[in-house]
């Protein structure tokens, strides 16, 4: 049997670094809520941590950091460039950092491929987009301030067309998707695996009151394994080779969350959560000027 000492488990980026598999997603979560939830993540042994300059809680998951009195060299901490932002790469990453009160961020994402208005973020910004965004965020590398840069909510469309600009030298070491049973994305994920380029799934549970919990497969395989739905799923992901971003305020969520130590899914069990055929997707691209999803993350 395959180690089963999940919680160790780390994934090789193209740039030879190694992301953990198992982060805590802070998306949601209240600035109040969020500092308390990070220390109690990385105390309870987690050592990846996602946030964004769009939660506005950077702060507060700086401040979570420094109470859990683990050192700041064992974590990897992500952060995302906000879509008004596109323009003023050198500020933004300098004013995240400030907010978490570190030197560096471990992986710095393009949080969407979307680039919009400062003064009216209804609206697109003219004459700039994605591609010159990332011609960007390159610059940082080497910076000190970075030792990743990637993408966020990539589809396949927008990737070729990233990759295929005479602009693009640094290939993106990752691209955070939305990645669960009900929006597994088999194209896209075998697209990235493909360039080299590593799928970190956020809402990995499906959010809050998914439909995930209650699906009569999840539920069997969790009773037989002597587990919860929640640790199922997200070692399903690990499995698929993705690393996983649950999200949790509550202690007791997020230790249960990380209990994935001593266990494996086995083939048939992984062949039955892949053959779940309800589909959904907890984040859309209705809210913003432009389209980001193109069904070729599917």
């Not at 506005?56 to 700086?62: A, D, L, P, S």
């Not at 596109?86 to 004013?95: F, L, M, N, Q, Y």
């Not at 037989?224 to 640790?231: N, R, S, Y």
Request: glycine letters at 8%; charged letters at 25%; aromatic letters at 8%.
């Amino acid at each position: 049997m395959a180690s089963t000492k999940n919680t160790a488990k780390t994934f090789k980026l193209n740039t030879g670094d190694a992301i953990p598999a198992i982060g805590l997603g802070t998306w949601q979560s209240k600035p109040d809520e969020v500092r308390t939830a990070v220390k109690d993540a990385l105390q309870a042994g987690y050592r990846h941590i996602d946030t964004a300059a769009a939660y506005g809680n950077e702060k507060e998951v700086g401040e979570g950091i420094r109470d859990s009195g683990v050192p700041r060299e064992q974590i990897w901490l992500t952060t995302k460039l906000d879509n008004p932002w596109h323009t003023r790469v050198p500020e933004a990453i300098d004013r995240s950092l400030s907010n978490l009160g570190t030197d560096y961020v471990d992986l710095y994402l393009m949080h969407w491929p979307a680039s919009l208005n400062p003064d009216d973020t209804s609206k697109a910004l003219e004459g700039w987009d994605f591609v010159d965004t990332w011609r960007e965020l390159q610059k940082l590398v080497g910076s000190g301030k970075v030792k990743n840069i990637g993408v966020s909510n990539f589809a396949i469309k927008n990737l070729e067309r990233l990759l295929n600009d005479p602009s693009c030298k640094v290939v993106p070491a990752a691209n955070q998707i939305e990645l669960h049973p009900c929006n597994p994305s088999p194209k896209l994920v075998a697209y990235c695996a493909e360039k080299g380029i590593h799928c970190s799934g956020y809402s990995p549970l499906g959010s809050s009151d998914s439909p995930l919990g209650k699906n009569e497969s999840l539920k069997k395989i969790a009773e037989a394994k002597g587990k919860t739905v929640q640790q199922v799923l997200l070692l399903w992901g690990v499995q698929k080779g993705w690393s996983v971003l649950p999200k949790s305020v509550t202690k007791s969520r997020i230790e249960a969350n990380y209990d994935l130590d001593g266990w494996s899914l086995t083939d048939e069990e992984m062949k039955q959560i892949d053959s779940i055929k309800e589909r959904f997707k907890v984040c859309g691209d209705g809210w913003l000027p432009v389209q980001v999803f193109f069904g070729d993350d599917e």
